[in-house]
């Protein structure tokens, strides 16, 4: 499997597309004006606290205030997983240190934490709690045994420190797990003394840029190279490198090239297409995807896609392709919360069972946690995929003003209906005038003058009135006025 990263260091924008075998697996996007916020730490303010939800909202200077549940409030001596009472844990006017777990979405604040975490090339920081975990991802059990016994030996003794040690970790020596433990050593102590003189809403923390998280958090191994199109935003991730990770630099290069690097294999034409609902299969079938602030759903069909053989075979056949290109598309759109997939209906409980493992399978290089049910009784796949940032859509996109987000609008013929009962409330209002104009979209004055010109004729009979039509070339189509003169 060959791995490749493109970046692309606009004026205001930096751009970073994750590559598999020449196919775009994840695209990234920050811009200036509104860098990311996940793993920023505050000086927050708790502003209210709400016993009946278990909740507190508290002040951290964001345009919304942020959500802060009982569960994610460290309690020394008390196990992670035990809520306790929140009126017991925090007071209204009470200052402390947060950490935004996941951005504001849609009219949501931001949701926080006060188990800090504090990551690095090889490990993660966990102030206040003293325990040493590896990466789950990390699976062979006698590299696991290796990295404990290794941590134990060099990470310092710190009291209410923790670690946990990063699938990046894999094959790690112990200078470089020292180093890093002496950086975030370093760094904790720092964020401690800006703290104390912070007020409240003040950032006291701010996670790296995403050049550099890419450096951090993506560079494996198994990553060939790493072009960029900027000398200066270069310079900075290989500063980055030269001090935490040496033996990476080296395939990080400039791109020089003539065509801008996101053409290169086609990458703006797949995050254009990750913006639309269709998707297409190789076979002759299709996905339809569709987001909504609830949920995100996933339609399989069979399309073109007839199969050779039963009905039942077509089906498994379309939906093992489906579970591969859902994995990528959940990835590529950065889609999370509630996930339901409505495959096609297979009768072989053996199809459904290799359908889960191919979507599992797939599933396994995403670094987002996702959780699998199994097949519902109504023949759908229920999942979870974390949620942290905004969507590729949202973060792009933003409501359509026509359809006001619902993905329709109306045809021209019911406008044209809307029309005709608007314009028998002008004469009942305006019975003096002896003329009204008709202002609408192309489309609708065409069907006025075509299929709808006879009810348009009896209008004008039953009203007394002349009824004048006039093109508006820049209204959508599902907006008109009618004026009286």
Not at 31 to 36: I, L, P, W, Y
Not at 37 to 53: D, S
Not at 258 to 287: C, F, H, N, T
Request: hydrophobic share 40%; charged share 30%; net charge negative.
């Amino acid at each position: 499997m060959r791995e490749e990263i493109l970046i692309n260091a606009g004026l205001r924008e930096v751009r970073a597309a994750l590559m598999v075998d020449g196919i775009l697996q994840e695209f990234q996007i920050e811009r200036s004006a509104r860098r990311g916020l996940l793993g920023n730490i505050y000086k927050g303010k708790v502003m209210r606290v709400l016993p009946g939800m278990q909740a507190a909202f508290v002040e951290v200077g964001l345009s919304r205030t942020a959500f802060l549940h009982a569960s994610d409030i460290a309690v020394p001596g008390a196990p992670e997983d035990q809520t306790q009472d929140i009126s017991k844990l925090i007071r209204e006017g009470e200052t402390l240190m947060v950490q935004i777990i996941k951005e504001p979405l849609g009219d949501k604040g931001a949701r926080l934490t006060t188990f800090i975490t504090i990551p690095s090339r090889f490990l993660v920081l966990m102030p206040g709690r003293e325990v040493l975990g590896v990466s789950s991802r990390i699976e062979n059990d006698d590299e696991r045994e290796r990295l404990k016994e290794l941590a134990a030996e060099v990470l310092p003794e710190q009291e209410r420190l923790g670690y946990i040690l990063r699938t990046a970790a894999e094959g790690a020596d112990s200078a470089a797990l020292r180093a890093d433990a002496v950086f975030l050593g370093k760094l904790w102590a720092s964020v401690n003394e800006r703290a104390k003189s912070a007020k409240p809403g003040d950032l006291v923390h701010e996670d790296l840029p995403l050049a550099v998280r890419i450096v951090r958090d993506m560079l494996h191994p198994e990553v060939e190279r790493v072009r960029v199109d900027s000398e200066d935003c270069l310079k900075t991730m290989k500063e980055f490198a030269g001090q935490f990770m040496p033996d990476i630099e080296p395939v990080m290069e400039l791109y020089t090239g003539r065509r801008p690097i996101l053409d290169l294999y086609g990458i703006e034409d797949e995050v254009q297409k990750a913006l639309e609902r269709k998707v297409e299969l190789k076979s002759g079938g299709y996905l339809i995807i569709d987001q909504t602030e609830a949920m995100t759903t996933v339609d399989v069909n069979t399309g073109a896609f007839v199969g050779r053989s039963n009905p039942e075979e077509t089906a498994f056949r379309t939906n093992l392709e489906a579970a591969v290109a859902i994995a990528r598309q959940l990835r590529l759109r950065n889609l999370g919360g509630i996930i339901i997939l409505d495959f096609i209906d297979m009768a072989a409980e053996s199809h459904r069972d290799q359908v889960l493992a191919a979507l599992e399978k797939a599933l396994a290089d995403d670094y987002a946690t996702t959780q699998i049910a199994q097949v519902s009784p109504l023949g759908l796949v229920e999942m979870t995929r974390k949620r942290t940032r905004d969507s590729l859509e949202h973060l792009i996109c933003e409501p359509c003003p026509t359809c006001r987000a619902t993905g329709y609008i109306k045809t021209p013929e019911t406008v044209c209906y809307e029309i005709f009962r608007e314009i028998l409330r002008q004469h009942r209002q305006f019975a003096e005038v002896g003329e009204l104009v008709v202002l609408a979209q192309d489309n609708v004055v065409e069907m006025l003058l075509d299929e709808e010109a006879g009810a348009l004729a009896e209008l004008e009979e039953l009203t007394g009135k002349t009824i004048r039509l006039q093109a508006q070339a820049l209204n959508a189509q599902n907006e008109f006025d009618v004026v009286p003169v």
